[in-house]
Each structure stands twice: as C-alpha cells, then as structure tokens.
Nanobody, 125 residues
C-alpha cells in the first residue's frame, strides 16, 4: 500500500485548506485511512479517519467541527477539509492506512501499518 499526501501550504489564521491523500487501495476494501499531524517537539496526534467499507468517520477533539474527512467514491483519494485554521494547527500532516482486518482503535498510530510522507501546514497568526 502506498499513500501520498499533498495540499499543504502556508495560510493565515481563519483560512481554509484542503489536504488530499492518494491511496493505492481498492475502493471497496475495508481499510481505514487516517490523518495524523506532528508539530515540532510534540507527539504525533490523531486528526481524523474514515473507513472505506462503511464510510464511518472519527475526529480528534481538537479538530471537531472544523475539519471534515471525506473520500472520493470512485477513487481511493481521501480529503481533509480544514476550516477556521488556527496557528496551533501548524504541523506536518501524514496520511496512513490500517490493514483491512484491523478492528481496533483507529485514533492511535499503532493501528496503522502504512504511512505516506508528510505535507507541511503552516498557519500564521
């Protein structure tokens, strides 16, 4: 499984940005694709995840109500729409995928077997 994240950039507080992750997985599979972020000197933090099988989503507390994860129905591309961005959202954002048989907690890094390279998001105040 290969994942490629893109769409990062430099924005101002209050702006919006959309990240995308191209995943080399079947659209009818049971993978979960998630987004994590890591700021300098901090641990990697769960942002959001979506299950390819049933479309269920889950969000980290710090982004609920501001970020939306979605998937193209005919592509294995997952989007992260980020609205009302704050300086504390500044981080490298990674997309990752679980194995199709994984049924554990999707908010922990240990649940993900496949990781893409990160894309930098910088929010200026």
């Amino acid at each position: 499984v290969q994942l490629q994240a893109f769409g990062g950039g430099l924005v101002q507080a209050g702006d919006s940005l959309r990240l995308s992750c191209d995943a080399s997985i079947r659209t009818d599979s049971r993978y979960t694709v998630g987004w994590f972020r890591q700021a300098p000197g901090k641990e990697r933090e769960f942002v959001a995840a979506i299950n390819f099988s049933d479309g269920r989503t889950q969000y980290g507390d710090s982004v609920k109500g501001r970020f939306t994860i979605s998937r193209d129905n005919d592509k294995s591309t997952v989007h992260l729409q980020m609205n009302s961005l704050k300086p504390e959202d500044t981080a490298v954002y990674y997309c990752a995928a679980t194995s199709p048989s994984y049924s554990g907690d999707i908010s922990v890094t240990g649940g993900y077997d496949y990781w893409g390279q990160g894309t930098q998001v910088t929010v200026s105040s």
